[in-house]
Structures are given as structure tokens and as C-alpha cells.
């Protein structure tokens, strides 16, 4: 891969998906696919596929198509999923309790060093070992520390000052699951997570589905 | 809008984006706007918005670009913000307590009617006022309902099982949050969250940054 290449986002956003699929395929003893394979598999035509993985070089060869192992890697060094994150959870409710217990994230890298709340009732208990800091110390607690990821878990009202207060102290980037496209006047990368967009997909595939009965 | 013309999943997917755009622009009274600023907006180049929108027969024209109420309003019946959906939540844990503190799925349709869980601590037990139901009663809670969407917070090794069992009694549509693509032999729509998706975006676009620094 040329390092120098600018690979965009779109495409970016992308690769996750590649990289599960290819794992799939790993698991399943699959050493090589082509693009026609993948297309069907994911639902991606084959020539966007052909495109996605031209812009960091690509691994395809005409009458072989791609090696799943090597596709695999790469994509994963793309990724950084060897890269390592320090992590911290702003809002210990339901949603940051369930971000808590994603193990998963873990895997890939991204490690829990910290969760803070503001509610008296949930400072000093444990999430997996952790306790739950009052967020007004987070400023102390960041202080000797790189934290790459605070993920935002608090309510909607409160989400664009703790997402400031979060940014101003360092924090590189920004995982919000509030609903709503979180602008803030810092130098931070945010990723919004917007679950009812994907809710809505649904909504509409159930009644595109019912309309044909 | 040709009610006819099949609209790809693709295209679908991107419509909630594109409505959340037009509605921040209407809360700004901003009547019409063009293909290139809605591309400097949402990220997605002007071509891909023209071609998205022209889909759906479009509403630009050269010069004065979109109407964004009317564009707005005819995502929205795409979309079907105004049908209605009966949901359950399978899984009382904090994934589906959270998700059951989502007020907002509410204004989109999306209607509460009942929470499973197995966990006896759980069972009996009220999220907002919805009082947790036994999941080996669900078959008796269907029998006299249409239930358009089960959301499974379920562990993963459970998933598939619950998925199946649904599914079999006639759930038309799962939002599945194992980190898995859940495939089960049922026809039943299934859209997978992925959240670990979102993170790796994240975790990537804030190593890019560093790097350049």
C-alpha cells in the first residue's frame, strides 16, 4: 500500500464491513474470492468493490480475484485494529452501562480506563472492575493521561457542553450517541451514531415487504 | 414519485441522512438549497445527491436547486415516517433498557407494546410503565397481535435461537445488535447494528490525525 495515498472516507467507512466479511470467509477455510463473490455476498456492486480496493492498491488479478488472507490483513492494517485506544465513558445510564460490557470493543483494541457520571447514586459503583468517577475530577483524571475516545452516553440537553468540556481537555475524538449531528468548536473528530437512521431502514424494508403481500 | 420505480437499498440507506439534513435546514428556515451545498454539508458528493434524489423523480431544478419542504416531506412518505409499527424488546439488559429509554423512536412510529426477558429478577419488573414480560410467554402475547419489529439485546450465543424463535411466530422485521450478521431461515427483514463499525471509523480518522501531527 502507498502510505501517502489519501484513502476518503467514504471509502473508510466501508472497510469495516470488508474486514467482518473477510473474517467470515477466514473462519470458513476461504482462501481467495472475487469481486463477483463479495458483491453478492454484501450487496455492493462489484465494480464499487473493484474501486474500494483499488484506492490502497489492491490485491485483485484477473481469473484469480482476491486473496481473502492477505485482503484481510491489509484492510486491518488500513484500520489499525494492532492500534491500541485509550477509551473513556461519559455517562454511566443504560447506554453506558451496555458500552461497558461490549467485550468486543476490547478485542479491537479500544481499552476502558475510566467512566464518570455526575449522579451521586452511581459514583464509587463498579462497571467490570471500574468505579464510576465524578465527571467534575475528569479534568484531575486526564491530566497525566492520553485519552484517544470518550464515548458520550449522557442526556440529549447536556451532550453539546460535555462534548466541549470533553474536547478542551484534550480528548482526540468523540463517540455521540445522542441523536442529533454534534458540531462543537474544537479540533476533535466525532463519529455520531444515529440509531434510528438504521431503525428507519428497517421500518421501510417491513412495509415495502408488507405492501407486496 | 413513481410509486412503481423499485428505489435501491443503497439509495434508502442514506435517505434517513438526508432527511435529518433537510430537517436541521427547515428548523433554520432555509427554503431551498443546491445539490453542491447539501454535498459540503453531508460529505457526499453532488453528483451522488443528484443521482440519489433523481431516484425518487427529484425535485431540483437548474438554478433554483431543491425545495427543501417539499424534499423533506417526500423522504418522509418514503421513509414512511408517518406508518405506525408495533415493537417489542427482546432482552431487558441495559442494551434493551436503553433502547427502551429511546423516547425519540416513539415521534418516529415506532410503538413500545412489550419487553421479554428469561432473567426472573427481570420479569415483573416496569420500564416506562412497561412491565417486563417471561420470553416463554411471548408465543401467547403474539397470538392475538402483528408485531413489526423485535429489537434482540440478547447475549450472542442466545441471538440466532431468539432470532429463530421470533421470527417463527411471525415478527416481520429483527434490529439485531450482536455483533453479527444474524442470518436465520426465516423471511423476516434483518438489519444488524454494528457499532463496532462506527468505532473503527473512529478509532482510524483519530490515528490519521495524530499522525499528521
Request: with cysteine; aromatic share 10%.
Amino acid at each position: 500500500m502507498n502510505s501517502d495515498k489519501k484513502i476518503s472516507i467514504a471509502v473508510i467507512k466501508r472497510l469495516p464491513r470488508y474486514y467482518r466479511y473477510l473474517s467470515d470467509l477466514l473462519k470458513m477455510d476461504i482462501t481467495r474470492i472475487s469481486s463477483k463473490e463479495l458483491s453478492q455476498r454484501m450487496g455492493i456492486t462489484a465494480s464499487q468493490i473493484r474501486q474500494d480496493l483499488n484506492c490502497f492498491g489492491g490485491f485483485g488479478q484477473q481469473g484469480y480475484g482476491y486473496n481473502v488472507e492477505s485482503l484481510y490483513n491489509e484492510i486491518g492494517n488500513i484500520l489499525g485494529v494492532n492500534d491500541k485506544f485509550n477509551v473513556v465513558i461519559i455517562g454511566a445510564g443504560n447506554m453506558g452501562q451496555a458500552l461497558s460490557n461490549y467485550t468486543n470493543f476490547d478485542k479491537r483494541g479500544f481499552k476502558l480506563i475510566g467512566i464518570f457520571d455526575t449522579n451521586p447514586e452511581l459514583i464509587g459503583k463498579k462497571l467490570r472492575d471500574i468505579e464510576i468517577m465524578d465527571f467534575n475530577t475528569f479534568d484531575k483524571f486526564i491530566s497525566d493521561k492520553t485519552i484517544d475516545i470518550a464515548m458520550l452516553c449522557v442526556p440529549y440537553e447536556k451532550t453539546p457542553s460535555v462534548a466541549n468540556k470533553v474536547a478542551s481537555l484534550g480528548v482526540k475524538g468523540l463517540w455521540n450517541f445522542s441523536p442529533m449531528d454534534l458540531e462543537i468548536p474544537y479540533d476533535v473528530i466525532i463519529e455520531n451514531v444515529h440509531l434510528s437512521d438504521s431503525l428507519m431502514v428497517l421500518g421501510y424494508r417491513v412495509k415495502e415487504k408488507q405492501r407486496k403481500m
